[in-house]
């Protein structure tokens, strides 16, 4: 499919300060626009980043039907602009998309057009350490229509922001036993836009009361924990790593799966099942847990420090150089700056 450019008449790169970028509020000169109707994706423009104009009837902002991804660029020591597992949030795009019985995106738009609009854009990924270039595919339903079913239009657009070094803090998260994330035959394995609007009210109520983040339960019993905002939960138990299985009612983490194939490689015990606040909090207090920690795109690794339950904070050992998630974050760094070799494959050079 061929894909059309209208560059920007003077790139706005002189306007950014690429020593103070704070996360998601500086936008690159250029994004990528496709158009889905009668069945078919019609057009790809790169253009601009800028306003879009729809009519207040657009579906996607009545009924939902709106669905992201999010990655990250690098530039690496040699000047290559890399993305770190791209492919992966193609097909958990796609996943989502299916959920919300909307189009598929083919990967000579995603990929094929990201690799030309970051072409285009290279300046724009930073070079300072710890930075990198926040990569935003969306897709949303653009039918004028007022009535719950899928829309026949959509659009799917990239946009990119060069953002700052995550100082991830040591967490203090709290427990939630009252409001639900998702639920088994629910939408939480997808990257729907309702699953974050849903999270906003009890997130503020734990923000409120002094934790940074809330950790979900299942639905069913308020007994297991599954995941935690933007992140997967990961959990050193008894020196092995433990995480929630991914179901219907987890988003599949690229970083989940990332620490989970380095600890296999590393040998260490890996299990992937239900884990309870009840296992979790009397381990801590014996000390049979020794980290927590959250895993996703935005701060790759981030440690939690108190886990707040029923009205009681537990307290994991302070943080060492020598924790499993401090090893795992350098090895993850390392690997997405091209700094050691990428026997993976996973690194994508644009
Ligand atoms: C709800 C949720 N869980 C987990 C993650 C972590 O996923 P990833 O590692 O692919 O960024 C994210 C971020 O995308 C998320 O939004």
Redesign the pocket.
Known sequence: MQITFDPIAKSRIDQVDFKQLSFGRSFADHMLVAEYADGAWQSVNIQPYGPLSYQPAMMSLHYGQAIF???KGYRSASGDVLVFRPE??LK?FNKSAHRMCMPEVPEEIFLGGLKKLLEIDKAWVPQEEGCSLYIRPFMFATDEYVGVTPSTTYKFIIFNCPVGSYYAKPLKVRVETQYI?SAKGGV?FA?NAG??GGSLYPTQQAIQDGYDQIIWTDAATHQFVE??????LMFIVNGALVTAPTGDT?????????VIQIAKDWGLDVQERPISVKELVEGIASGSVTEAFG????AVIAPIQIIGFEGKDYELPARKDSDFSAKVFTEINQIRLGEVADTRNWVWKV
């Open positions: 991804e999010g990655m992966e949030n958990r994330r939480g990257k699953n974050y995941e935690a905002g933007t992140m997967n987890i988003l599949d983490g690229v970083t989940r799966k990332t895993a996703g795109t935005a």
